[in-house]
């Protein structure tokens, strides 16, 4: 299986972006997905995860009511809308496929994982 993300970049406070995770090679089985991201000299967090079905979602406090993330299972690919962007969210994007046909917010929960795509916020 591989991933790639795409639709990061620089923009203003304010502003908004949409990600894109593609999934190409075996992905015939049911699982869900999830957004992580790392800023330099942090650690890895979670950002956002949904289920195989899309009916279930999770956020991280940080992004709850600004992101919104979904799916299109025919396109195998998987979104995250990133609204009222702030400069703390300015960090490499990653999307990844969860052992489970509901996700995890855990890192260690996920098998595959994108290349990541750089998001840049200015003030």
């Known amino acids: 299986v591989q991933l790639q993300a795409s639709g990061g970049g620089l923009v203003q406070a304010g502003g908004s972006l949409r990600l894109s995770c593609a999934a190409s090679?075996?992905?015939?089985?049911?699982?869900?997905m999830g957004w992580f991201r790392q800023a330099p000299g942090k650690e890895r967090e979670f950002v956002a995860g949904?289920?195989?079905?899309?009916?279930?979602?999770a956020y991280a406090d940080s992004v709850k009511g600004r992101f919104t993330i979904s799916r299109d299972n025919d396109k195998n690919t998987v979104y995250l809308q990133m609204n009222n962007l702030k400069p703390e969210d300015t960090a490499v994007y990653y999307c990844?496929?969860?052992?489970?046909?509901?996700?995890?917010?855990?890192?260690?929960?996920?098998?595959?994982w994108g290349q990541g795509t750089q998001v840049t916020v200015s003030s």
């Open positions: 990844a496929r969860s052992r489970t046909v509901v996700g995890s917010t855990r890192s260690n929960e996920y098998d595959y």
């Open positions: 949904l289920s195989w079905s899309g009916a279930i979602t």
């Open positions: 090679g075996r992905t015939g089985s049911r699982y869900g």
